[in-house]
């Protein structure tokens, strides 16, 4: 019974000693084969290094940008400008549109990052325009012949801004910004077969914008297409002229479409 325990104890470890063999010739014979299509493992791993060199590196973020849009504007409060009777027939002249129109430029420069988003500062300018609801008749102080006239309000500003955009080189970026600067409000008329004339009433005050929008960078990153919306927080009450004695405050919002380059 000793003898038959001890053969099979010597029969267990033979057929482990064969099996572990086995198993060590098999993964040589792999580790060969595997050799013998890449050349050898240190080679291989070498070509990886290679390839990983030969890969340019990403270019660098772009520390300056210039767009130019164009937009429309919706503002309440035009409607509370309106010519006083002094210079006009009551019947001739009326408020503002609250719907109008322009564009917007602007260039801001990477500074840096701030609440985990790249920040960028620089300035906007923009100019608006809201038409008249009607037209009125003039008189040619040469000539005297009649001529139809247009008033427009036109409003702009300067400001300096700041942006923070977040998920940048995705598509789309997203970002949000604000800025503060002169807001000018000036009243002009486009006279028929003669041309925009300035009629000197006009308003300078400081006003805010907060916006925020979306940028689809096309492949080279360079370029993209900006989807952008504003809210602006200003106040006239100093035109003089046939609108003493009236304001016209904010809120303005505006929606603009346009395209930025970076560099």
Wanted: hydrophobic share 40%; charged share 25%; with cysteine.
């Amino acid at each position: 019974m000793k003898r038959s325990t001890a053969v099979a104890a010597w029969l267990m470890i033979l057929l482990a000693t064969a099996g572990g063999c086995s198993i060590k010739r098999s993964t040589v014979y792999q580790a060969a084969d595997a050799a013998s299509r890449t050349g050898s493992t240190d080679d291989g791993e070498a070509r990886l290094e290679r390839d990983d060199e030969a890969l340019p590196p990403p270019p660098p973020p772009a520390q300056h940008g210039v767009g130019l849009l164009a937009g429309a504007a919706d503002w309440g409060n035009a409607e509370n400008l309106s010519p006083e009777p002094t210079d006009f027939v009551t019947e001739q002249s009326g408020p503002f549109k609250t719907d109008g129109y322009g564009f917007e430029i602007f260039y801001h420069r990477r500074r840096g990052r701030a609440a985990g988003a790249a920040l960028f500062i620089g300035a906007d300018f923009a100019g608006y325009s809201h038409d008249n609801e009607r037209s009125y008749v003039g008189y040619d102080a040469v000539t005297g012949e009649p001529s139809r006239i247009t008033l427009a309000a036109n409003w702009g500003y300067i400001t300096g801004s700041a942006r923070l955009v977040w998920l940048e080189r995705h598509r789309p970026e997203v970002y949000a910004g604000l800025g503060l600067g002169p807001y000018m409000l000036r009243i002009k008329e486009e006279v028929e077969d003669f041309g925009v004339a300035d009629r000197y009433e006009s308003d300078t005050t400081i006003g805010v914008f907060l916006c925020a929008g979306l940028r689809f960078p096309f492949k080279s990153e360079r370029f993209a297409l900006l989807l952008d919306g504003k809210i602006h927080a200003v106040s006239f009450d100093g035109l003089g002229g046939a609108f003493a004695g009236q304001e016209a405050k904010g809120p303005i919002y505006t929606l603009s479409f346009g395209g930025d380059w970076r560099w």
